[in-house]
């Protein structure tokens, strides 16, 4: 049973085994092996000389030149007389392969016939010549391939000596042969289905004579079979103690040829190039393991998973991505911009830029200030300003200037590639979902959420499981009558006008906060209390924590179906919090304008101020040593970048702790007060109306997403970003995994999943954009402040390239460079590009038309072919008729026997299809196929019966044979 | 990473990790899994392979399986009896086919074993019944399961034979867009 199966799964090119071919194959894989092993076959022989002394029984029957014939009895009665030793833990592998190969023998001895005997006996007698000559390569080939094998010897010399008990022995015997020989044929009719029995036992000459060219191809063809079998077994739908002996029957297989492939020369690079092999796919296995070992909060997330679903779990999931992402940015900017100038830029104090100046001195150490990121935060690397022009840095020369420029970039490259490689990928693994046909396969079989490992979940979702159906089945029986369409239109106008109304007053909300602010500003923030200060970002905050709520109760008017409620909410959502943002960067780039004109003046002020210092002290005398004059005294500009870094690091900051606190007090607080007041209150607080909260999935994403835009934007000016992003999500996952598990409860509305996971990457790229726009309107259009951060003094941040080209590299790599970038060559490569995404476009639309027509034949070839076996199979029917009916006169015997085959090849191909089948999909070419190859494997399992023809229809039917026609149909029909 | 464990040898942890979608750490903890569903049965050594078979009562009492409404079948599915008892063959097989890293094609064919409720290698019409009976917790009226199954039949039988086969069920299953991420069990 399981060997059909086997060999049924295995292959449905072509099987053409039958019980004496099986055979063959058995002896031809134990000679190869025996040839393939040279120096262990010697080793076997002293073994036998050694034993044969001890025991003082020389049987001058087993002669040299015998031996591999006859091994087998031989150990078989060593067993029997010897089975009172102890038997050996480690050698126990080795028994059992041991064992195999003598039964294997054995049955090859029993079954084969005398003429392959003497042709054994002749192969065995070149096989030693072979063996003598080749000795000296095969030893240092023994060396190289066969470590293993090596230390198997010992193991398996000691092991001849001990036994077991001779039941076990039977048992194994009986077992074993089965698994060998069919794993040996399977594989061999892999690589030889086309081959005759005659050209095989020419080969097996061959292989043992001498390993001809044609021969080690099919040797090579078979090892690498193997080979592909060992990487793809995880994939095979067999149970796993099948998957267990073929893995070890492939593995020692590929182990014993593969150092008898290569030649001469070569085979000792083979057997080397095939020891790194073996050493590479090692450690790749131990990098996998560490890497998957390395991947942080499973537990956590399975345990959210199996409470709440895979919805809630794809936050988390998400999350964790995010803080992949953001670990990779804090790395590059605190490696690179970060460290090198704390380690080696110029020290703290030790000019203007660095220093905190004199009138902010006395406040600069207060925790209010320093919450704020003023004071001696904000002249630190934390911002922009505190870096230093200096083209080359420290004894390494590092580029200070350049690589903070290239870091900025890079960054922002780098997330762009992340993003849309995740797309990509998602997008092919979700594979077709648009096709709508199935609507009902698939809520029957894909609904059920396999992670679901919690009551009240798996209650939750019977539950929404069932109300689709009904749905479903309510929308397909009518089309559904809207009671009333016009007031659902007008509702849903209504709506969306307030939603508008909305968002445009949260906007002009922010605006109006931020220019008050930037009044307070200029007046002095001094006079003014905490409210003040931080205005502007808890306007921002609060708006984005009430206006979704809002937009629920608006959302209700317009009756929408859940799933599209839910994306209109997460639309409005995406749009509020780009209109906050938006509004505020416009209002800082006024903040900017404004800080640009305070700097003129100052700049103005500053050559009046050196004046006054050189010619009060010494009338210009450039001998005399430049007056120093404290750092902190030197007047300086207002630096909008650091400014603009400020701004952002205080929005995240507010933006963390709006989150945290809605979480203590929304979900923390409301789940306390219910659990507890629920036993003194006057209605039922855990099912009425304050209830438990629910875990706000696309609310969530939408605050990360958020929260990473910020991030990209910002960046820039403040590179201690990334490491507070990191710190802020680090803390996240802890704090809303625990209030998940401890006060939330799972949603009513289960919603999947799926696709979503792509819509938040599309939104996520959307948010890229459009935070990177600005940064980059500013840096290519501002110039920067002429006496804060890397790029001061430049007339743009970007001339920090040109003048590395300049001075860094020669003179013709500049030439060519501004070549390169002269309009002429840049305008045509972008035609270039648009054309070839153009190209690329359209084509994948042909591939996606070309798809759907050949889905659509496939269909009609489905029904034509259904149309055609039931014709058949009438016809088949009607034949049968008459043909019993001839044949009840005729002999009854005969066609007893006929039946029983028939019944018996019918399983074995009903096996075949069902395992050849599985584990691919379903082409149009592969089913077709494999429809076509089935009836000749049927029928060469059988010896009696004559080859069953291909065509469809049951014309090659013959009256003797009365079962047929049917089973022939039958077939087809599947 | 530890070399203390003294479950397996190396080769067998190598051979498992072969033959499913499991690093060396998860196979074992898959197998303190295991153990732990019945401590006194399973030893803590598994070098000379025991013959070790958990009822399905254990199996399927697992906080994994047992709010699904499929578990007995997984459970049958994928011991070696075809009664829910399994080794820890069978338990490593189960959840490496149920893991995430399972291809698509592996996990339809187990899915359509699932769901063939009689093992005659077809989804006839009453496998459909049972199928929806169990998700809906038998809230469905006859009508409407009957209207079901036939809206799936009419969907997704191909060949129009009045039941699935195989070829039907993939071809229907691996365009669905949340099987893969519905049917696997994080463990």
Known sequence: ?974 | MGNKQTIFTSQQLDAYQDCTYFTRKEILRLFHRYRDLAPQLVPLDYKNQPEVRLPYELIGSMPELKDNPFRQRIAEVFSEDGEGNMTLDDFLDMFSVLSEMAPRDLKAYYAFKIYDFNNDDFICKSDLEKTLNKLTRNELTEDEVRMVCEKVMDEADLDNDGRLSLEDFQHMIVRAPDFLSTFHIRI
């Not at chain 1, 009256?959 to 089973?967: A, I, L, R, T, V």
């Open chain 1, 1 to 974: 049973m399981p060997r059909h199966k086997l060999i049924a799964s295995e292959s449905d090119v072509s099987i053409e085994v039958d019980e004496g071919k099986d055979n063959e194959f058995s002896l031809y894989y134990v000679e190869v092996e025996e040839n393939s092993k040279g120096g262990k076959e010697k080793q076997a022989t002293r073994d036998g000389k050694r034993r044969r002394a001890r025991n003082g029984e020389v049987s001058r029957r087993r002669a040299s030149e015998k031996r591999t014939t006859n091994m087998a009895n031989k150990r078989a009665e060593k067993k029997h007389e010897k089975h009172h030793k102890t038997t050996r833990k480690e050698g126990e592998r080795h028994r059992k392969r041991q064992r195999r190969r003598i039964a294997d023998e054995e049955e090859a001895e029993e079954e084969s016939s005398k003429e392959k005997k003497n042709i054994k006996n002749e192969r065995t007698k070149t096989l030693k010549l072979e063996d003598e000559k080749e000795k000296d390569v095969k030893k240092k080939r023994k060396k190289h391939v066969k470590n293993q094998e090596d230390d198997a010897n010992p193991g398996k010399t000691k092991q001849k000596d001990c036994q077991d008990v001779p039941l076990k022995e039977k048992k194994k015997k009986r077992k074993k042969p089965e698994t060998t020989s069919e794993s040996e044929s399977q594989s061999e009719s892999q690589s030889e289905s086309n081959s005759d029995s005659e050209a095989k036992d020419n080969q097996a000459v061959g292989v043992l004579g001498s390993l001809t060219p044609e021969e080690l191809e099919k040797l090579k063809e078979a090892v690498d079979e193997r080979k592909k079998l060992i990487t793809t077994i995880k994939g095979k739908p067999w149970p796993m103690k099948k998957k267990l002996v073929i893995l070890r029957e492939s593995q020692e297989f590929v182990e014993k040829y593969e150092g008898a492939l290569g030649k001469g020369k070569g085979r000792k690079l083979y057997a080397y190039k095939v020891l790194m092999m073996k050493k590479w796919m090692k450690f790749e296995r131990d990098l996998e393991n560490f890497k998957t070992a390395c991947i942080p909060w499973e537990m956590k997330i399975k345990e959210i998973e199996s409470h709440f679903g895979s919805s809630v779990a794809s936050y988390f999931i998400f999350l964790r991505w995010m803080y992949g992402i953001n670990m990779i940015l804090f790395g590059l900017t605190f490696g690179l911009v970060m460290v090198p100038e704390a380690l080696m830029g110029k020290p703290y104090g030790s000019m203007p830029r660095k220093t905190v100046p004199r009138e902010e001195e006395a406040s600069a150490m207060n925790f209010a200030v320093l919450w704020d990121f003023g004071g001696y935060a904000k002249y630190s690397v934390l911002f922009y300003g505190y870096y230093n022009n200096q083209r080359a840095i420290g004894w390494l020369k590092f580029r200070m200037p350049l690589s903070y420029f290239l870091v900025g970039v890079g960054t922002v490259a780098y997330s762009y590639m992340v993003v849309i490689r995740t797309m990509a990928r998602n997008a092919n693994e979700e594979g077709g979902g648009d096709d709508t046909s199935f609507n009902f396969s698939w809520k029957t079989f894909t609904s059920w959420d396999y992670l679901i490992g919690n009551p009240e979940t798996a209650d939750n979702k019977f539950a929404s499981i069932t109300t689709s159906f009904k749905e479903a089945i309510v929308e397909e029986q009518e089309s559904r009558k809207d009671d009333n369409i016009h007031l659902t239109r007008f509702l849903r106008v209504l709506a969306n006008f307030l939603v508008l109304c909305c968002l445009a007053g949260s906007g002009y909300l922010i605006y109006f906060v931020v220019r008050r602010s930037q009044k307070f500003a200029l007046e002095g923030l001094e006079n003014y209390g905490w409210w003040e200060r931080n205005e502007v970002n808890m306007v921002m905050s609060l708006l984005g924590m009430f206006c979704p709520m809002l937009f629920d109760v608006i959302s209700t008017l317009e009756n929408y179906h859940p799933r599209i409620a839910l994306q209109w909410q997460l639309g409005r959502i995406f749009a509020l919090f780009l209109g906050n943002l938006y509004t505020f960067i416009i209002a800082l780039m006024d903040a900017i304008q404004l800080k640009r004109a305070e700097e003129e003046i100052v700049k103005k002020n500053m050559t009046i101020w050196q004046a006054n210092l050189y010619n009060g002290t010494v009338p210009d005398n450039s001998t005399a040593p430049p007056i120093t004059v404290h750092p902190a005294d030197v007047p300086r500009g207002p630096c909008w970048e650091t400014m603009v870094g400020q701004e952002f690091v205080r929005l995240i900051i507010s933006d963390t702790m709006t989150t945290y606190i809605t979480l203590l007090i929304g979900d923390f607080i409301r789940a306390v007060l219910v659990r507890f007041l629920n036993n003194c209150w006057c209605w039922d607080l855990e099912y009425g109306f304050p209830s438990y909260s629910e875990f706000d999935v696309s609310g969530n994403v939408l605050g990360l997403i958020f929260n990473q835009g910020m991030i990209w934007m910002g960046a820039f000016y403040a590179p201690c970003l990334p490491a507070l992003n990191l710190l802020r999500l680090h803390v996240s996952m802890y704090l809303q995994c625990w209030a998940v598990m401890c006060c939330n409860v799972p949603q009513e509305r289960v919603f999947k999943a799926s696709g979503s996971n792509n819509f938040y990457m599309a939104m996520l790229l959307v948010i890229l954009f459009l935070s990177t726009l600005p940064a980059i309107y500013t840096i290519v259009s501002f110039p920067p402040s002429f006496d804060c951060g890397p790029f001061s003094g430049k007339n743009r941040m970007f001339d920090v390239i040109q003048e590395t080209l300049e001075t860094d590299f020669p003179a013709w790599f500049g030439k060519v460079f501004s070549y390169a970038s002269n309009p002429g060559l840049v305008l045509p490569f972008l035609l270039l590009l648009v054309l070839a995404i153009y190209y690329l476009q359209s084509t994948s639309k042909t591939y996606k038309r070309v798809n759907m027509e050949l889905k659509k034949k496939l269909q009609t070839q489905n029904e034509e072919n259904k149309k055609k076996n039931k014709l058949a199979a009438l016809k088949a029917a009607n034949e049968l008729e008459q043909a019993r009916k001839a044949g009840e006169q005729r002999s009854n015997s005969a066609s007893d026997l006929g039946v029983n085959e028939e019944s018996s090849s019918l399983d074995e191909a009903g096996h075949h299809r069902q395992a050849g089948q599985n584990g691919r999909l379903i082409h149009p070419s592969q089913s077709q196929h494999a429809q076509s190859s089935e009836p000749p494997v049927s029928s060469t399992h059988t010896t009696t019966r004559p080859p069953a023809s291909r065509s469809h229809t049951a014309s090659g039917h013959l009256p003797g044979h009365p079962q047929q026609p049917q089973k022939n149909s039958h077939s087809n029909r599947r």
